[in-house]
């Protein structure tokens, strides 16, 4: 293995970065992309303070490697959240949705590196001027909560590349190891991978809301709702739902009336396929199987170096 | 060189297509894309049958090199269109928006081989069960009108590439050398590039258009018109009406008298950069210059080349 930018800034052995997703990444699916070589990821947005200080412990303790915590940054706790991050020593801070200046001094001043999720060219720039260590760009592709300028990853990851000097993780779509290279050869150091690990046995989503996952095709999912916060999920009775609304000429309160609360809640965590909000990407329709984190860790890297040799084959 | 399915199908030297595309591929385009070893295409979609005619006989003179032609099956004098093609003998058709049932056998009997554009895995099936060649198979980023799915490049080739026998071509977001190595890694025989052709000195639009191409960055694009045939089009104030009316809650005739007559053809073809429709990809946010056809397809292989020994060099 050759360490590169991001390898090295997170001291990890491979380029493979768990996303940190709500209602599907606790600490059983982070400890063990850590423990296999990548980067796990506990996702804060869907846990009170002290169910994420118990999954930040029992990370730790099962696994001495580093591992980093997402923390959108619309959360309602946020101030009690950082102060856990800080007193339980995270060594990686992803934040998403917010202002990329408003955390990071202080998360940096612990000695916390910190990464910003964004969608575009601008944010990834504004996130480097606030002094961020790396970037993660995400597609349009991508599953649950998504930006408003609709670039897909073929084509953010070459721009942001063209402008952005810290290092850069690219997201939304990848489910491989021929979209991990593919990705790289792009522009990225690396690749944030949510979708394929929903399915992991270690994934503490519902097992129906799993198994949903692997029946999807392509065509399945829709960004939706993107006059309250653009988001992708499947197009099950709950978006048709959406759908009928639409039809009607809604009210931004009408929409938010039929979003309610917990939604997401009900979908992947109860497994409630009818009613519930079942967020995910485009690239379910590439995936058959639940498998152990890993195994698909595995899977990746040997997906990842049989690419390779099947590039280094490819001639004009 | 290697030859691969496509440059063997096609008889030419490199795995890149020029797309067929309204108002801006004409003989001068094509003909330079097949002399420096691609594969050029006439879009027809905006020529009435004596114009095609006009174009098929220049680009035979000017080339001795295979070519094809782009046939939108929505075109008003399909029989016409056809019967000049099978005439003049164009040794390629590539159809889009159509069933390709339906001409698929006729121009086959000819021995003209055919392709079909599709944005679906479901339709790239259809295709190869109708007796294509190949597909193209289109994502969500691409210029232009584009399928419902929203299915975007870095995903849609993985999972038509799973399913199909065919060769495949991919197509949306294409514009590098990179771009080329990335999408053949994902899965595709060769890749077909519209937009940075759009910007080329032969490119048959107006100087007005083609200068606004090279301006647009990340996000100044945007697919639309949903309800009529979505279309990815430049922001610009014909957008804007587009979504000014689309406050009001319009019907779908509402849209059919915004959209007009000739709209494509006033911004594209006559320069009105505010009137006009603007069709163009994602990708030319990374496009900042009008080159010779000639001089794009030397940088798409010297960048191809470049791009291999960059994936060669990355290591897990």
């Known amino acids: 293995m050759k360490a590169n930018r991001i390898t090295k800034l997170f001291n990890v052995k491979y380029p493979i970065i768990q996303a940190g997703m709500i209602w599907a990444s606790g600490w059983k699916l982070a400890s063990e992309v850590s423990e296999a070589g990548g980067l796990g990821i506990i996702g804060a947005g869907s ?23 997402n923390v959108p940054m619309l959360y309602p706790d946020l101030d009690k959240i950082m102060e856990i991050i800080i007193e339980e020593k995270v060594p990686i801070v992803f934040t998403s949705a917010g202002n990329p200046k408003t955390w990071t001094p202080h998360l940096k ?4 590196k910190v990464v910003h999720v ?3 060219v601008k944010f990834a720039l504004k996130s480097q001027e606030a002094g961020v260590d790396a970037v993660v760009a995400e597609g349009f592709e991508a599953g649950g909560h998504n930006g408003r300028e609709e670039t897909t990853t073929f084509t953010l990851i070459p721009m942001v590349k063209k402008e952005l000097t810290i290092p850069l993780i690219a997201a939304g779509g990848i489910a491989s190891g021929s979209g991990i290279l593919a990705a790289m050869i792009l522009g990225a150091d690396a690749a944030q991978i949510g979708t394929r690990f929903v399915a992991s046995e270690e994934g503490s989503s519902h097992i129906n809301f799993k198994k949903e996952v692997i029946k999807a095709q392509e065509g399945d999912t829709r960004l939706t709702l993107k006059e309250l916060a653009p ?11 959406i759908e009928k609304l639409y039809s009607t000429s809604p009210t931004i309160e009408d929409l938010q009336d039929l979003l309610g609360r917990a939604r997401a809640k009900k979908g992947m965590f109860e497994g409630d396929l009818e009613e519930g909000e079942l967020e995910i990407g485009q690239i379910s329709g590439l995936i058959n ?3 152990p984190a890993k ?13 390779k040799i099947e590039a280094s084959a490819i001639e004009f």
């Open 289 to 291: 199987e639940i498998l």
């Open 231 to 241: 988001v992708r999920m499947l197009k099950n009775k709950f978006y048709q739902d």
């Open 109 to 112: 001043s612990h000695n916390i």
């Open 47 to 69: 846990m009170y303070p002290d169910v994420l200080r118990e999954h930040i412990q029992k990370c730790k303790k099962a696994t001495s490697k580093p591992f980093a915590v």
């Open 118 to 120: 964004v969608s575009s």
């Open 295 to 307: 195994k698909i860790m595995e899977n990746l890297i040997a997906e990842f170096e049989a690419a």
